[in-house]
């Protein structure tokens, strides 16, 4: 079971919504914690609330490979080695695919996915070379299992943190490192006002701000789940190294019905060509596949 107390975290996301809540949850178990966030008010406001516990702020565009860098090496010379990453920052655009350009693509796919990219390749080599183990949470959502028209590009880049924190969780275990991919739904968080802080280089195309969506989208968000419950239950997954953080049961039934209706698309097809041969080499993918499982089950 992984333990908390003395090791240093780093929170992207980290000044608002579910990012204050864990930097307060992690500071209750006695961690040295950066808050890393876009918004450099935001920042200062959340350090003005911790009567100067060891908590310091770092200000950085998770998008930027340069930037992460830096960030970490700032953390790094104050606080030690980071082994508890939460690559947590996102943004949202409420629209279609198709009616969305290649700016809005970009904005998305950088802060969502590149985000939690340059996270673990800036800080998982670090935590392997201090040889203490560790930690990294991958914030998804259930917009990356459950897709709909509309937010495509958000769907785009959840299913796709699910994929890298899976494939990341089984290839860590051998260096005592866990990984869990969280998937929250409706969150008391300000990522309905994304807009309030897209970059103006990537605004090519844009679609101006529906003011009055953003208010109705901001009145749904105020009856989201409370980001210190939400943090409570990151680290009671991470203690148990869930693969999944399921932190609200809100779409469990949901889920089922959406397997269900996956495995109707299998079709009873007649034996083509090579099958008796391909099946031998999947049993044997399973079979591996399975020993990974178990293996990161054990890893911390």
Not at 211 to 232: K, N, W
Not at 283 to 292: C, I, L
Request: some cysteine; proline content about 4%.
């Amino acid at each position: 079971m992984i333990g908390f107390a003395g090791r240093t975290a780093f929170v992207t996301g980290g000044a608002n919504g579910v990012g204050i809540g864990l930097v307060r949850a992690l500071l209750g178990e006695g961690c040295k914690v950066a808050i890393a966030d876009v918004r450099e008010e935001h920042i200062e406001r959340a350090l003005k609330s911790f009567d100067n516990r060891e908590v310091m702020g770092v200000n950085v565009d998770v998008s930027s490979r340069a930037e992460m860098a830096r960030a970490a090496d700032e953390v790094e010379a104050k606080f030690g080695t980071v082994t508890l990453l939460f690559n947590n920052a996102g943004v949202n655009l409420f629209q279609p695919i198709e009616e969305s350009s290649y700016s809005d693509w970009d904005w998305l796919m950088g802060v969502n996915l590149h985000g939690p990219i340059n996270g673990v390749m800036t800080f998982v080599p670090r935590m392997i070379a201090h040889g203490q183990g560790g930690y990294v949470v991958n914030t998804a959502s259930m917009a990356g299992w459950l897709a709909s028209g509309s937010p495509g590009i958000y769907n785009t880049t959840k299913f796709a943190v699910r994929g890298l924190s899976e494939s990341l969780r089984y290839s860590l275990a051998k260096h005592h490192i866990g990984v869990s991919c969280v998937c929250p739904g409706l969150v008391k968080s300000y990522i309905y006002a994304s807009d309030d802080i897209r970059p103006a280089n990537l605004m090519a195309d844009a679609k101006p701000v529906n003011a009055e969506g953003v208010e109705r989208l901001a009145g749904m968000h105020q009856v989201g789940m409370e980001p210190d419950t939400i943090a409570a239950r990151i680290l009671q997954g991470m203690r148990e190294n869930q693969t999944y953080i399921f932190p609200m049961p809100d779409h469990k039934d949901e889920l089922a019905e959406y397997f269900e209706e996956s495995l109707g698309d299998y079709r009873d097809y007649p034996h083509d060509t090579g099958y008796e041969e391909r099946i031998k080499i999947e049993a044997f993918r399973r079979k591996s596949y399975r020993v990974q499982r178990d293996a990161a089950k054990q890893a911390i």
